[in-house]
């Protein structure tokens, strides 16, 4: 896979939205996909990009595959929200654009600080 296509740039951030959104860590996501955790980190970290045997075994394991690649959803599992979520989503639409900004930041830290 190319980084430099722009849909892909994301797809460290997605894979590692579907595997939380799964309740895996990356040792079993990893052997979903056939690679070992350090594998499964450097992808997730956007250090290496899988192949496609490696899609086909997290596909098998319930990831949506399409919305890695592309960001846009495949099943109704991934396009439904919990509670958590439409209060966030709902809270977030409230706010002024600078507040709007200050909240992505935070999403961004916490989403790229190692587990």
């Known amino acids: ?3 430099e296509n ?6 460290p951030v997605r894979l590692k939205q579907e595997r939380r959104r799964l309740g895996l860590n ?10 070992l ?3 499964q980190s450097n992808y997730e970290k ?10 086909v075994g997290i596909a098998e394991a319930g ?8 960001g846009q959803t495949a099943t109704a599992a991934t396009l439904a929200f919990t509670d958590d979520e ?17 909240v992505l930041a935070l999403v961004k830290a916490i989403a790229e600080f190692p587990q």
């Open 86 to 102: 439409q209060r966030l989503l709902a809270g977030f639409r409230e706010l002024k654009a600078r507040e709007k900004s200050g």
């Open 46 to 55: 956007g250090l290496r990009y899988p192949d496609a045997s490696y899609l």
């Open 26 to 35: 990356q040792t079993q996501l990893g052997a979903a996909g056939g690679v």
């Open 1 to 3: 896979m190319s980084i």
């Open 6 to 11: 722009p849909q892909l740039k994301n797809f």
């Open 37 to 39: 955790k350090q594998a």
């Open 63 to 70: 990831v949506d595959v399409q919305y890695l690649l592309t």
